[in-house]
C-alpha cells in the first residue's frame, strides 16, 4: 500500500477523537473508542478512512448534544427528519413549476433550480431507502442556501440543518415511512403546483401587482396552510397509533413550524412579507397543527386494545 493510501489513515487515529466524547462516557469507553477507531480506518483507502472518521465524530457530537436516538431531542429530530425532507422537496419543486411557466425569462429560475434539485433528489434517495446519500444533498443544499440572498432559501437552510443532526439509525426507513413521506410530498406541492396556472401569460414583475376574483384569492391566501394540513393529517394518524412513541408522532409538529412563514405563489420568491399576512399564517398553520394534535390524542386515549385471544381452541360447554 502507497503511502498515499496509508498517511490520512495514520492521521486519523491520532486525532483527539476521544476528546468529543462527553467525559463520563469517555471514562468508561476510552479504550473501546481507540479500539473501534482503529480497526475502522486500517486497510481502507483515504476517502473511506475520512468516511468512518467522520460517522465516529458525528457519533461523539450527538452524545455530548444530547442529540442521539436515545435522547429525547434526537428522537424528536428522527422523527421530523421524513416529513422535514418531504415539506422541503414540496416547496422545491412549487418554485422550479412556477419558474419554468412560459411567462417570460426569470432572472431567479436557474438560482432557484441550484436550490431546489438537492432537495428532490434526496427525495428520491429517501425513496430508494438511502439516507446516507439524502444527507450530503441536503448539505449541498445549505451551501447553495449560503450564497442565496432572499430569506425564503434561509428558510429551507434551517429545516435542511434540522434533518441532518437527526440521528440516522433511528430515522424512519421502512417502507411505509418511506411512502408516507413520498406520498405527503406530493399531495402538498401538486394542488399548489396548480395554483401556478393563474399566472401564465403574465410578467414576473407584474406578479405582486395581480388582482384576481375573490375565490381565487381565498384560495392563495390559504394555499400556505395546505402543506401544514397534510403534516398535520400525518401526526394525527401517527399519535392516534398506540404503539407510535408519542416523541416520534410529535415531531411531525416540527416539520409543520416551517410552514408558518411561507407566503402565497409567487409571492415567496422575494417578495417583502408583510407582517398580517405572517400573522395570518401562523394562525392557520398553528390553528391546523393543534386540532390535529388535539384530535389524535382525544382518539389516542379513547381506543381500547384488542383482547389477545387464547392460544389453544375454545373450551367446550
Known amino acids: 500500500m502507497t503511502d498515499e493510501h496509508t498517511l490520512l489513515p495514520t492521521l486519523l487515529r491520532r486525532l483527539p477523537l476521544g476528546s468529543l466524547y462527553p467525559a463520563s462516557y469517555r471514562a468508561a469507553h476510552g479504550e473501546e473508542i481507540n479500539a473501534v477507531l482503529a480497526e475502522a480506518v486500517q486497510h481502507v483507502g483515504p476517502r473511506t478512512a475520512l468516511r468512518e472518521w467522520a460517522a465516529l465524530a458525528a457519533h461523539a457530537v450527538r452524545l455530548r448534544t444530547r442529540l442521539g436516538s436515545s435522547d429525547p431531542a434526537g428522537r424528536i429530530l428522527a422523527g421530523a427528519a ?19 411557466l412560459p411567462s417570460g425569462p426569470d432572472p431567479h429560475w436557474a438560482l432557484g433550480a441550484a436550490q431546489s434539485a438537492p432537495w428532490l433528489l434526496a427525495l428520491l434517495c429517501l425513496t430508494l431507502g438511502r439516507w ?63 395554483l401556478t396556472l393563474l399566472w401564465l401569460g403574465t410578467r414576473p414583475e407584474d406578479h405582486p401587482h395581480l388582482v384576481f376574483p375573490p375565490l381565487q384569492q381565498a384560495l392563495l391566501d ?33 416539520a409543520v413550524l416551517p410552514w408558518t412563514l411561507t407566503l402565497a405563489p409567487p409571492l415567496h420568491r422575494g417578495t417583502p412579507a408583510d407582517a398580517l399576512d405572517l400573522l395570518r399564517n401562523v394562525g392557520v398553520v398553528l390553528t391546523v397543527l393543534a386540532t390535529a394534535a388535539a384530535l389524535g390524542l382525544v382518539r389516542r386515549r379513547t381506543r381500547r386494545p384488542r383482547p389477545a385471544r387464547p392460544d389453544g381452541p375454545p373450551a367446550s360447554c
Do not use: M, Q
Request: aromatic share 4%; hydrophobic share 60%; charged share 10%.
Open 82 to 100: 421524513p416529513s422535514l425532507l418531504a415539506g422541503g422537496a414540496a416547496l422545491s419543486l412549487l418554485h422550479l413549476v412556477f419558474g419554468a
Open 222 to 254: 390559504l394555499s400556505p396552510a395546505w402543506p401544514a394540513l397534510v403534516l398535520g393529517i400525518a401526526h394525527l394518524l401517527r399519535l392516534a397509533r398506540p404503539n407510535t412513541d408519542p416523541l416520534h408522532a410529535g415531531a411531525i409538529a416540527l
Open 132 to 194: 446516507a446519500p439524502a444527507r450530503a444533498l441536503l448539505l449541498a443544499a445549505v451551501a447553495v442556501a449560503a450564497f442565496t440572498p432572499h430569506p425564503e432559501p434561509g428558510l429551507w437552510a434551517v429545516t435542511a440543518v434540522l434533518a441532518l443532526i437527526a440521528p440516522p439509525d433511528a430515522v424512519d426507513l421502512s417502507r411505509r415511512g418511506r411512502s408516507w413521506a413520498v406520498g405527503s410530498a406530493a399531495v402538498a406541492a401538486l394542488p399548489l403546483s396548480g
